[in-house]
């Protein structure tokens, strides 16, 4: 098992998420993006260690498609063959990523009023007080999951 990492690099701090061959892969810190949705669930794709920079780079994907079947952690994109986690932090991560894109899909339609493919007359979904109230559960489902992603301050 991989032992739990963080790396800063120019474009921030990141969580070692698991490893595939010669790659590794990093969760990119969550951030609060364009005053109004939380930028977060991005996995970047590194060849080799050590990562000095983003000169290692080589992808970028999403964790919206994260499952955690037969013991195997995969996403749509890449199937880890070792992560620093336990089954139990699988179980959760698993579980918090669900949350976390559900808020984030709630909380938008409750931002712009619908839910990207159309506006629909005398059915605008907009509401001001649900939307933060979707972005309070997003935040606990990241700051759940970045405790679990970080190493163990000892």
């Not at 474009?11 to 010669?22: N, P, V």
């Not at 364009?34 to 080589?58: A, T, V």
Request: with cysteine; net charge neutral.
């Amino acid at each position: 098992m991989l032992g739990k990492e963080i790396i800063e690099l120019n474009t921030g701090k990141k969580y070692l998420f698991g490893k595939k061959g010669e790659s590794y892969f990093y969760l990119e810190a969550p951030r609060f993006e364009c005053g109004w949705y939380w930028g977060f669930g991005y996995l970047e794709e590194y060849s080799g260690k050590p990562i000095y920079s983003e000169k290692n780079w080589k992808s970028h994907t999403h964790l919206d498609t994260l499952t955690f079947i037969n013991n195997v952690f995969k996403t749509k994109y890449v199937e880890f063959e070792d992560t620093p986690f336990t089954d139990d932090e699988k179980w959760k991560l698993w579980e918090l990523f669900k949350r976390f894109y559900a808020f984030k899909r709630v909380g938008e339609g409750f931002y712009t009023g619908r839910l990207g493919i159309t506006t629909i007359k005398d059915f605008d979904l907009k509401d001001e007080e649900m939307y933060k109230k979707f972005l309070e559960y997003q935040k606990k489902a990241i700051d759940k999951i970045i405790e679990i992603v970080s190493p163990n301050e000892k």
